[in-house]
């Protein structure tokens, strides 16, 4: 009898995550659910190539910017510092330049110190698919590959209210 009861706990347990639904966001970034998040593959910098298919298991927090957007401009500090907080968890940083060229993306991530890479998009293409109604935009992606979350323009990523948010999504909820 104990076994049973301590079969069913357990089972509610694991299915509370589960019937809570999602996390709230704080301010600026919504619950947004568009379903699967379209597949890309893009190449950085580098000439390494990044598919997000690649990402499955994980959180993917995939963040679309440009040089002359003067938001992007200003995040990108709070980006760096926010990457360098998460480097070893379950989250998937993926910044990717809408439209520009590599000696443009290189020369800005260069004169702002940024040592994180960006994919580059060179067409567009990839932009089109995710219709961000602005720049910055970022989207986070659940380890199932379903968009989950949506924030339109800059935040301060790297302040207490995102990071809490964030690593309770890796956590698992």
Same mark, same amino acid.
């Given at each position: 009898m104990l076994t049973r009861i301590l079969l069913l706990l357990s089972m509610q347990l694991l299915n509370m995550n589960t019937l809570a639904g999602p996390l709230e966001p704080p301010m600026g970034v919504r619950h947004y659910e568009a379903g699967t998040a379209p597949d890309f593959t893009l190449a950085d910098m580098d000439g390494e190539t990044f598919a997000l298919e690649s990402a499955r298991g994980k959180w993917v927090? $995939?963040?679309?910017?440009? /040089?002359?957007?003067?938001?992007?401009?200003e995040e990108m500090p709070a980006l760096q510092?926010?990457? %360098? +907080?998460?480097k070893d968890d379950q989250l998937v940083m993926v910044l990717v330049n809408t439209? &520009?060229? %590599?000696?443009?993306?290189? /020369?800005?991530?260069? &004169?702002?110190?940024?040592?994180? /890479? /960006?994919l580059m998009d060179r067409?567009? $293409?990839?932009? %089109? *698919?995710? *219709?961000?109604?602005? $720049?910055? !935009? !970022?989207? $986070?992606?659940?380890? *199932?590959?379903?968009? +989950?979350? +949506?924030?339109?323009?800059?935040? &301060?990523?790297? +302040?207490?209210?995102?990071i809490e948010f964030l690593r309770q999504l890796t956590a698992g909820h």
């Open positions: 927090f $995939l963040h679309f910017w440009a /040089s002359w957007c003067g938001p992007c401009r510092r926010m990457h %360098e +907080q998460f439209a &520009e060229d %590599e000696d443009t993306i290189f /020369s800005f991530l260069a &004169e702002i110190g940024m040592d994180m /890479s /960006s067409d567009g $293409l990839v932009t %089109e *698919k995710y *219709k961000p109604r602005g $720049l910055p !935009t !970022t989207i $986070l992606i659940d380890p *199932k590959g379903n968009v +989950q979350y +949506q924030a339109i323009g800059g935040r &301060e990523w790297h +302040q207490p209210v995102y």
